[in-house]
């Protein structure tokens, strides 16, 4: 079953860029997949033209295969009056900035599970991978795709969620680690999350489920693909060493703060959208200390509000409001074409499958008695 994964893909280097929506482009996917490892976009911020125009760019620029990712979170449940007092709590900063906080909230992503023009789309395009995270459409949707001879991955977080994958017949899982940047990926925000690591749900699901599984969360250069393989998975999927990538679409303030202190202190927050996700550590993370009991909406209409106040600061030269997604692995990313850092981690691996073969454990375990026993 895993050759068959990265046969059907037609990969030569078992890597997955991740979708990363808002930050990957099809300028990025392309170049990836160019490389023989699969390039991905995220569409769960866009609608289904904004989709479409993405697609049609990505097969423009690519023969090979690439994957479309959507979000397909729960229905939000507007509460007005929680959301107004969000707008109160964060108003004294909107006021720092000579600006006023929204009058209303909106929902500014739509879920797939809610969107027939979205998969009317994909069923037209068909492309050739299309991944979901948050959680799973309808068994209708998933038949209609799978009709289309589209192969389907879709994010788990533990193992319950990778066990409803598997039933709803889904090709392979993304073991999406707690070190992850970026969304968590967990079906229901509100519930106990065991923050699995990527060491140990990757191990998990390999040993618990019966398909590919994928391993993600603070991968970054060869030696973490391989350490991935080593556990089981087909491939490793990739996000915050593809940020700094000149295809990315982030923002030189992004592209600086990847750089700075920010990078070494990653922490999960739910103040940004509304549901947890792991970013650089910048102003709006900084707000956890002094959130106290404020609730923010659900997901994604407390993210109206953050885009918002990151548009509000922006505007007077703050950038520490921003979405600046990462995880931790941050400090090991790298500044170089995506197509160089494909070559890149390709050869990174290759090295330490050789040094693998090279050194028997046994060998290797007696050097390290002996390192331990020098001091």
């Given at each position: ?23 990957s482009t099809p300028a990025l996917a392309a170049a990836v997949s160019e490389q023989g490892a699969l390039g991905s976009i995220g569409v769960g911020a866009t609608d289904a033209a904004g989709a479409r125009a993405m697609i049609i760019e990505t097969r423009a620029q690519t023969n090979r295969a690439f994957n479309v990712n959507l979000f397909v979170h729960a229905i939000a449940n507007a509460d007005p009056a929680r959301e107004a007092a969000w707008l109160d709590w964060l108003a004294p900063l909107f006021n720092e900035f000579g600006a006023k906080p ?274």
């Amino acid at each position: 079953m895993p050759t068959s994964f990265i046969d059907r893909l037609g990969l030569s280097v078992p890597l997955i860029q991740a979708p990363m929506a808002g930050v990957s482009t099809p300028a990025l996917a392309a170049a990836v997949s160019e490389q023989g490892a699969l390039g991905s976009i995220g569409v769960g911020a866009t609608d289904a033209a904004g989709a479409r125009a993405m697609i049609i760019e990505t097969r423009a620029q690519t023969n090979r295969a690439f994957n479309v990712n959507l979000f397909v979170h729960a229905i939000a449940n507007a509460d007005p009056a929680r959301e107004a007092a969000w707008l109160d709590w964060l108003a004294p900063l909107f006021n720092e900035f000579g600006a006023k906080p929204p009058t209303v909230l909106r929902t500014v992503y739509k879920s797939f599970a809610d969107d027939p023009d979205m998969l009317a789309m994909l069923l037209t395009l068909a492309p050739p991978v299309v991944s979901f995270h948050f959680g799973l459409p309808s068994t209708e949707i998933i038949a209609a795709l799978r009709d289309r001879n589209i192969l389907l991955m879709a994010t788990a977080t533990s193992l319950n969620e990778a066990r409803a994958i598997e039933a709803a017949g889904i090709d392979a899982i993304v073991a999406q680690g707690i070190e992850a940047g970026g969304h968590r990926g967990v079906f229901d925000p509100l519930a106990p999350d065991d923050a699995l690591g990527t060491i140990a749900l990757t191990r998990l699901l390999v040993l618990k489920t019966r398909i590919p599984v994928v391993a993600a969360g603070g991968i970054m250069d060869g030696a973490g693909i391989a350490s991935a393989l080593d556990l089981g998975a087909v491939a490793a999927q990739l996000g915050t060493a593809f940020v700094a990538c000149p295809e990315s679409a982030a923002d030189e303030a992004y592209r600086a703060a990847l750089k700075g202190p920010g990078a070494y202190h990653t922490s999960l927050t739910s103040l940004i959208s509304g549901r947890p996700a792991r970013a650089l550590a910048n102003r709006f993370t900084g707000l956890a200390a002094a959130v106290s009991n404020s609730l923010p909406p659900d997901y994604p209409i407390a993210y109206d509000a953050g885009k918002a106040l990151h548009a509000a600061a922006k505007a007077k030269g703050e950038h520490g409001f921003g979405a600046q997604w990462a995880g931790q692995g941050a400090p090991l990313a790298r500044t170089t074409p995506a197509a160089e850092l494909v070559q890149v981690l390709r050869a990174e691996l290759q090295s330490c499958r050789e040094a693998a073969r090279e050194q028997p454990l046994s060998s290797s375990f007696n050097q390290d008695s002996e390192r331990g026993s020098s001091g």
